[in-house]
């Protein structure tokens, strides 16, 4: 009878496995991206620059974000640059907001923007101006009446803020002159466009193809400015997540190209973008299908899934963290990059999720260093006796089964674990072996070297994740 359950465990296994998709780009290539957000200090500055002693202590939070950001690898960081129609740089078009003085309009006493690159530069990550386009924050606030003495006619209120009109064809000038003068200044890796749509609450009169040219057009014109300082300037957008109706899946009348006129995927087909960040901030079918809709028109650029994680905070929404570990694995199953939403949530490790991350990012060089950092604990195994267990500190909690390449030592199953076999798989969720649950011991000789996730299975198909498993040979 066992012997049966072992062989229908490993034909799904195999029927599993076979199901995957082709591999994707390495950890290598992917993006691994954070917002990184400056309205309100949310997520940087907490301190506000009023003194050397301020400056500094404002600096300081930035570079310590960077440096536990790097330990999970992020690569990629979105800085917002551009907030409501101010700034955190020193700029001859808006003034300076006011999360970085507490007062809109004054200078912190250092550029920041400058400060940002230059630290994300020394740690190997890249950083892309983030630049809110239309809208220009409360009507009465700096940006907006900045932006109205200038160009009244491109100002348009809804409700207590102001935005500026994407019918007007000022409007894309205005918005590629923001972005030329950053491009022309700052060694940035690329310029991230934010709400490159029409606004809530705006009434479309026009129809969608023609609303959908009116916001192409702006794209238009912001590649065109900053190409032609840097042709190797990555422009990207944050579409909104769901790009139109699947033919079995509905957007619910919430989707980029009929909805707010965002023609994103024409705009990465035909080169006007480089990269995709699109806001897939759902969950279930509601992203699965989605994410893999833009796996498929990715065309030649890139697309990073953006991935609501703030819906783990038990303020913002009642999400548990597998959610995220399951989009984790079909954003790499599929090429999708992953993006966070965002840095204060990511950092606050809500639900383990740093932790987690601290596997899932570095399994191409676990346990043996962090890109630099001081290495990670290694468990002891017969290859390396000196470790004992007493100073064996598990990664983030999940600890690591003794193996010698051969046969991998599997914690007693006592009498409350009901399971046969032994389920190894890949950091990236795919099925590799399925092994006979018995006694302590298991022979891992046929898995090739590598890191992995070691689960049971027992008859009712309930796992349980007895932890990982490092394979390494001569």
């Given amino acids: 009878m ?72 992020i690569n990629t960081v979105l800085l917002q640059t551009r907030i409501r129609g101010t700034v955190i740089y020193p700029s001859s078009l808006e003034p300076w907001d006011g999360c970085l003085t507490g007062k809109p309009g004054r200078s912190p006493g250092y550029d920041p923007l400058r400060f940002a690159i230059d630290e994300c530069h020394k740690r190997g990550m890249e950083l892309h101006a983030w630049v809110v386009t239309l809208p220009l924050g409360k009507w009465n606030g700096a940006g907006c009446r900045n932006m109205a003495s200038k160009y009244p006619k491109l100002v348009r209120k809804i409700g207590q803020d102001g935005f500026m009109n994407p019918e007007q064809p000022q409007t ?3 918005i590629a002159g923001v972005c030329e003068e950053i491009v022309r200044k700052y060694d ?22 023609t609303g959908r040219e009116h916001i192409t ?47 994103a995927q024409g705009w990465l087909r035909s080169g006007l ?128 089964l003794q193996n010698d390449g051969r046969f991998v030592t599997l914690p007693p199953k006592g009498k409350t674990l009901d399971a046969d076999v032994i389920i190894v798989k890949s950091l990236t969720g795919v099925d590799v072996a399925t092994l006979p649950y018995r006694g302590t011991q298991a022979s891992i000789s046929h898995i090739p070297c590598g890191t992995y996730e070691i689960r049971s299975l027992n008859r009712k198909g309930i796992t349980h994740r007895l932890g990982y498993m490092e394979v390494k040979r001569k």
């Avoid at 691994?32 to 309205?39: D, F």
């Avoid at 940035?188 to 193809?209: A, C, E, K, M, N």
């Avoid at 957008?237 to 919430?254: A, F, H, M, N, Q």
């Fill in 188 to 209: 940035v890796d690329g310029i991230h466009l934010d709400y490159i749509r029409y606004p809530d609450g705006w009434r479309i009169t026009v129809s969608r193809s």
């Fill in 2 to 73: 066992k012997r049966t359950l072992i062989l229908i465990y490993v034909l799904i296994a195999c029927i599993t496995t076979k199901a995957q998709p082709m591999a994707t780009p390495t950890l290598t290539d992917e993006i691994r991206a954070v917002w990184l957000t400056t309205i309100g200090g949310i997520d940087w500055p907490r301190t506000y620059a009023t003194s050397p002693a301020t400056i500094e202590q404002q600096k300081r939070e930035l570079t310590q974000m960077l440096d536990r950001l790097k330990r999970i690898r």
């Fill in 172 to 174: 894309g000038d205005v």
């Fill in 217 to 263: 057009s702006i794209v238009r014109k912001i590649n065109s400015a900053i190409k032609s300082i840097r042709k190797d300037i990555k422009l990207s957008c944050s579409p909104i997540g769901k790009y139109e109706d699947l033919s079995r899946y509905s957007s619910r009348g919430w989707n980029a190209y009929v909805g707010v006129c965002q023609d």
């Fill in 273 to 400: 973008m480089d990269q995709l960040y699109p806001m897939m901030y759902f969950k279930g079918n509601q992203f699965f299908p989605f994410a893999i809709n833009w796996s498929e028109n990715r065309y030649k650029g890139d697309v990073a899934a953006g991935l609501g994680i703030y819906f783990l905070d038990p303020h913002e929404g009642n999400w548990k963290i597998d959610e995220v570990k399951r989009q984790l694995a079909i954003c790499r199953q599929y090429g999708l990059g992953q993006c966070f939403f965002r840095a204060k949530f990511l950092l606050d490790n809500i639900q383990g999720l740093y932790d987690y991350l601290l596997i899932w990012n570095n399994q191409d060089l676990l346990p043996e260093s962090l890109g630099g950092l001081p290495p990670l604990p290694v468990a002891p195994t017969s290859s390396n006796p000196s470790v004992s267990r007493k100073q064996f500190t598990p990664i983030a909690n999940l600890p690591f």
